[in-house]
């Protein structure tokens, strides 16, 4: 792009020369001597600055970003208004600790939380600084309010790193490798995919099995009724690879939970705030869980979780569940300015661009011959790459191919599950952005086909 275009179109992506450049390898460097080996960096991306969906780095490119600081820039980089409401926050009272303390924003938060979470009940609000803290409290919560241990998750989950949510999670081995035991109690279960049905039936009949699985063989052998407090399941499972499960699997599952007196808890902190063009995932499924994990969009890059329940069951005593620093004064500002922005426009623009992406992705499978599947709901979209859409045997290192091309040309996208391709921009993102990322998938799609 020449600098007249440039300086038309600041919001499409500028590469200014070789990546990863000068000031980027040197600080890559430095990062290798002094920062854990346990962060997973697919390419050398060294961010500078952002706003809305430009991330510039520090050699002076310019990229799309599709990531959203994976699900969480929800309003995009450093909105305006989500600046100014951590700056004047920060000028007022920067930290008090709510657990020992009284300050007004958390409790307009906990409000505002607790009106738009799913379903007309009243709710109980616990903050923390993340969303592996948000799934803690909802463990917590869940053995607490029914006096039970085990709980069921998902295969192919991620609840997050710390010890309770790493038990819950299910997605790769080298997540849980060397760290146990993790805590006892947790059973899995598989989890809906469509395009890979776990019991080999087709989509129709799938959803069913699943919760027939957890009926008829979890409950009646190592997680009876009676001693199960809660099934814990992302709506729309996020690094399991971008899976929308079917209504009737969310139909079935909370039959399933209120029959057995165990408790629905609901992991949205990655498809939640606005994502897939409803406030939660579970909106898509006219579903209310009991407890709620809310994170990463919530506050749009301030640390910030929550564990949101039904008011009848957040009723432990002083002492039992607290963080020094969860619902600190001035993420709660953020968040509460990322609320607003959400109502005023940014969950619908999601759906629209989210239905704008799938519109012109549908055809992929036919002109591509290593789509097999593309699938979402808003913003939160999968593209699964296989080797041979017959079989459907899956192929990561065509994937990893592609997400790599697209940095090359100035789109950042990421991967999730084994082979499938993750796009989850800012909710601000425009019709011309989802063109130019459209465009240059295409580009790399057809560069990794000419190459066999």
Known sequence: ???????????????????????????????????????????????????????????GNRFLDFNAGIAVVATGHCHPRVVEAIQKQAAR??????????????VTLAEKLAEIAPGAVERCVSFGNSGAEAVEGCIKLARYATGREKIIAFFGSFHGRTMGALSLTARKAVQRAGFGPLIPGVVHAPYPNCYRCPFGKEPESCATECVKFIEDTLLKTIAPANETAAIVVEPVQGEGGYIVPPRKF????????????????????????????????????????DIMAVAKGIASGMPLGATVARATLMTWPPGA???????????????????????????????????HLRERMLDWPTRFPMVGDVRGLGLMIGIELVRDQGTKEKAPEIRDRVVNLAFERGLLVLGAGDNTIRLCPPLVITRDQCDFAIDTLEQCLQTVMAHG
């Open 93 to 106: 009272l920067i930290h008090m600790s709510g657990t020992d303390f009284y300050y007004e924003e958390m």
């Open 250 to 289: 969310m139909d079935e599952l909370a039959r399933l939970a209120k029959q057995n007196g165990i408790l629905l808890v609901f992991d949205e902190v990655q498809c939640g705030m606005g994502r897939t063009g409803k406030m939660w995932a579970a909106d898509h499924f006219d579903a209310v869980p």
């Open 1 to 59: 792009m020449n600098k007249t275009m440039e300086l038309v179109r600041p919001d499409l992506p500028h590469l200014a020369g070789p990546m990863p450049g000068p000031k980027a390898r040197a600080i890559i460097e430095r990062d290798s001597r002094v920062v854990s080996s346990s962060y997973t960096r697919g390419y050398p991306l060294v961010a500078e600055r952002g706003e809305g969906a430009i991330v510039q780095d520090v050699d």
């Open 321 to 355: 569940h607290a963080s020094t620093f969860g619902g600190n004064p001035v993420a709660c500002a953020a968040a509460l300015a990322t609320i607003a922005l959400l109502e005023e426009g940014l969950v619908e623009n999601a759906a629209r661009m989210g239905a």
